[in-house]
């Protein structure tokens, strides 16, 4: 009652200090940006996306969410899935029974903690309703869509009490050790991916129920980590299967610097390659719900998790990770930032005294604001690549989040996807990390010429990813499989093997699914062996060798550019990559790539990036350079071209209009195509002191400090 009472005073003291709403935005019910909070409505917090995602489910959530809500915003609910302030059902207040015994427990004893007593849930078959109990707080407050965050089971657990039931529940028999074997390691993997299944599954039906009920239609999300980061993380969750489970909507794609910046190898090297690493990551994602009809927000995070960076840090990295988001042509919804009041009330880096830190560089809270209002118009049809040959994937597998601990873990590096893929993305092909589990969708691997699969680190599911396969390749398709067959989990107890009775591997049933035999293909040389108006090679080798040794990785594009060649394409090296979307470009020059010329890109341009907006005739792409580009000679008419607020078209007979609102106490620019030279700049009736027209361009810069609360821009001309 005490807290029911405080959060009611707290949300009754803000509701007195809220500014007046911001007026509707017709397009806003396309979500097209949002961001999550676990605060009430602030100055520092506004960025005016389309949705605010309020985060918990705490007894204080109804409070909260009026104040986004009467601020304008659409209102979303989020909360943590395997982690979160859970003690009344960790301490039996939810059941009457104690549940400490169902927190993720590692090999040497240790409960695995987000911090106190926040466990890493196992969660038992009652955990599901539990969740159900905050969320429906949640649709009692009117959320639109509920997203739960974080399905997520260290590799490392599978030693508690609660996980020992459940696999005795699971399996009809005794539980094994997990690091003992590597059948127990798989089989405790499996259990962890479907244990997180079932719990959201009952939530989703909490919601389909809840739907039925009243009449509305709430939607369900999953905001996860890529496949690649979790497996590189050592962590397991149910990704692919999800978006099959009725009440899946789709997925917040968790892609931000502190996932992408994790080292890999590429020409024996290991270190960050952060704009590579995203792009790989963020394509993924989009592959989870290509052809499902899901949906998928690519987050963006201007900060990380990790305080100890400075701001030239973190503003490069978030460069190169929105770039790498903004290649993808078919996402075009963002979450622009989790947690607002880090980005623009944090001080930082937290390794040195407090005295030493500082806030949000003004420069950089332009821009971020700049590229923030640019998201929402990122729905753009027309699209073309200036790249190289595009048309490869690497297929990829949940199991790959199976192979990752004792007592024969796969590459620690996750040399056996990023051996096939940075070798090709380093040369300014955009690879395509291809969902395994998907193939079977109609139209799935409709735009993929040449695939590259490795089953060292991953394994099919089921074999009804073979005879897709098989299919595709005698359409005219060019399978690459790469595997020395060396892999210890080959020998686990599965469908393959029928239960541990044979020596069979799964790349035995593809090759039967392709109609060919290990004796077709010899043991020197990696010819093409004719599938249909296809082909298929085997090359004899570990992929996590293309990654670190140069001559393996000279081999392993020999075999690409022929296969690409027996499709009908052409081979094309490009130091960059360029996609332009309607009137606007995202660009990255490639370091490690083709020594050839930096990519010009010539034309009449803003950089987005670029706080100040300045007209740029030329665009450079150097060895690491990140641009988002908007064309001005594809814009027509006078119109807001960009602004560092939310500036909202207003209808005026003479002269422009625009109500305009930002994060308080920055600095806002907004630019403006026109062809006269205003005789009058005012915001909310008061002349901007900061403007400049330039003539010969017809741009309008008009310059002030943001407010919270909505004003009106007005341009006059006579």
């Not at 038992?124 to 509920?146: H, M, P, S, W, Y």
């Not at 704009?275 to 989009?286: D, I, K, P, R």
């Not at 040399?415 to 096939?420: D, E, L, R, S, T």
């Not at 393959?496 to 290990?518: M, Y």
């Amino acid at each position: 009652m005490r807290l029911l009472l405080t959060a009611a005073l707290l949300s009754s003291s803000a509701l007195a200090q809220l500014p007046p709403p911001f007026p509707a935005d017709p397009d806003q019910a396309l979500e097209r940006t949002c961001f999550q909070t676990d605060k009430s409505w602030n100055p520092q917090s506004n960025l005016r996306s389309d949705v605010a995602i309020v985060y918990g489910i705490d007894p204080g959530l109804p409070g909260r969410m009026q104040t986004w809500r009467d601020r304008g915003y659409r209102l979303h609910v989020m909360t943590g899935v395997s982690w979160g302030q859970y003690q009344d059902y960790l301490y039996g207040r939810f059941d009457g029974v104690n549940h400490v015994d169902n927190a993720q427990t590692d090999r040497n004893g240790k409960v695995i903690s987000h911090g106190g007593d926040i466990y890493y849930m196992c969660p038992a078959e009652n955990f599901g309703k539990f969740l159900c109990v905050g969320v429906q707080r949640a649709l009692d407050a009117g959320a639109e869509a509920i997203h739960l965050e974080e399905p997520e089971f260290w590799a490392r657990a599978g030693y508690s009490e609660g996980f020992k039931r459940e696999w005795k529940d699971y399996y009809k028999e005794d539980w094994q050790p997990p690091h003992t074997s590597v059948d127990a390691q798989w089989k405790s993997s499996k259990l962890k991916y479907y244990l997180y299944r079932r719990a959201l599954q009952q939530v989703f039906g909490h919601v389909r129920e809840f739907n039925q009920r009243s009449g509305k239609s709430v939607r369900c999300y999953v905001p996860t980590h890529s496949l690649l980061n979790y497996s590189h993380w050592k962590i397991v969750s149910p990704q692919s299967s999800l978006a099959k489970l009725e009440g899946c909507n789709g997925y917040i794609a968790q892609v931000w610097t502190g996932t992408a910046r994790t080292p890999n190898f590429y020409r024996g090297e290991k270190k960050e390659r952060t704009f590579e690493t995203a792009f790989l990551e963020y394509n993924a994602m989009q592959n989870l719900v290509r052809a499902t009809g899901r949906s998928v927000w690519y987050l963006n995070d201007p900060v990380e998790d990790n305080p100890r960076h400075d701001w030239t840090d973190y503003r490069t990295n978030w460069e190169s990770t929105l770039v790498a988001s903004l290649l993808q042509p078919d996402v075009w919804q963002y979450e622009v930032a989790p947690w607002p009041h880090r980005i623009f009330g944090g001080k930082y880096p937290a390794s040195v005294p407090a005295e030493q830190r500082s806030g949000i560089p003004p420069e950089y809270a332009t821009e971020l604001q700049v590229v923030m209002n640019a998201l929402n118009d990122l729905k753009q049809p027309d699209h073309a690549w200036d790249c190289g040959t595009r048309g490869i994937g690497v297929l990829v597998a949940d199991t790959l989040m199976f192979q990752r601990e004792q007592p024969s873990p796969s590459d620690p590096d996750m040399g056996h996807i990023y051996g096939q893929a940075l070798p090709l993305l380093k040369r300014g092909m955009p690879v395509t990390p291809v969902q395994l589990e998907n193939v079977m969708l109609p139209g799935f691997l409709s735009d993929q010429k040449v695939l590259l699969l490795t089953y060292e680190g991953q394994k099919p599911q089921g074999p009804e990813v073979h005879p897709p396969l098989a299919e595709w390749v005698k359409q005219g398709g060019v399978l690459i499989v790469a595997d020395d067959d060396r892999d210890p989990f080959n020998a686990v107890k599965e469908w393959w093997n029928e239960g541990g009775q044979t020596t069979a591997i799964p790349r035995h049933d593809l090759f039967r699914s392709l109609g060919v035999k290990d004796e077709d293909f010899p043991q020197e040389g990696h010819p093409q062996v004719a599938v249909g108006k296809g082909a298929v090679v085997w090359m004899r080798t570990s992929p996590v060798q293309f990654g670190r040794d140069r001559e393996a990785e000279k081999q392993l594009l020999q075999v690409v550019k022929a296969a690409v060649e027996k499709t009908g394409g052409k081979w094309e090296e490009r130091n960059h990559l360029v996609l332009r979307r309607g009137p606007y470009f995202a660009a990255a020059g490639l370091d490690e790539s083709v020594d050839a010329p930096a990519k010009v890109l010539k034309g009449r341009f803003v950089n987005l990036f670029d706080p100040s907006l300045k007209v740029q005739r030329e665009v450079e792409l150097k060895a690491g350079s990140r641009c988002f580009l908007l064309d001005l000679n594809a814009v027509k008419g006078e119109q807001l071209l960009a602004s560092a607020c939310k500036a909202l078209p207003r209808e005026r007979e003479k002269g422009m209009e625009w109500t305009v609102e930002g994060v308080a106490d920055t600095p806002a620019v907004v630019l403006v195509a026109c062809a006269r030279r205003p005789a009058s700049v005012k915001l909310e009736g008061v002349d901007v002191e900061s403007y400049d027209y330039l003539g010969g361009e017809g741009l309008l810069y008009v310059r002030f400090e943001n407010t919270s609360a909505p004003r009106s821009l007005v341009v006059d001309f006579e």
